[in-house]
C-alpha cells in the first residue's frame, strides 16, 4: 500500500524527489500514513475540494476489505 501511495504522490507532485512517505503501525488493526511534501505541492496532492486525497483513501477502504486494516493518511510538509 505504501508503494503504490508513493508512486501516486510522485507523479502528481511538481517536486517529485521530495515526496518522503512514512508508515506507522498503531496496532494491528490501525497503520498510520504519512505524506512528507514539498509545500507547493501539498495542494496537488490533497487536490481541489479533496478529490486527490479522497482518492486516496477510498483505495485503502479497498485494502480494508480485503485484510481487515483501516489507514489513516495524513499529507504534511517537509
Do not use: H, W
Not at 43 to 48: A, D, E, F, R, S
Not at 56 to 65: M, S, W
Amino acid at each position: 500500500m505504501v508503494d503504490f501511495i508513493l508512486t501516486y504522490a510522485k507523479m502528481i507532485a511538481r517536486e517529485p524527489d521530495e515526496i518522503k512517505i512514512s508508515s506507522e503501525q498503531i496496532d494491528k488493526n490501525f497503520i498510520e500514513i504519512t505524506i512528507r511534501a514539498n509545500e507547493n505541492d501539498i495542494g496537488k496532492i490533497i487536490g481541489k475540494s479533496g478529490n486527490m486525497i479522497k482518492s486516496l483513501k477510498t483505495i485503502t477502504n479497498g485494502c480494508k476489505a480485503k485484510n481487515n486494516i483501516s489507514y489513516k493518511i495524513q499529507v504534511i510538509a517537509n
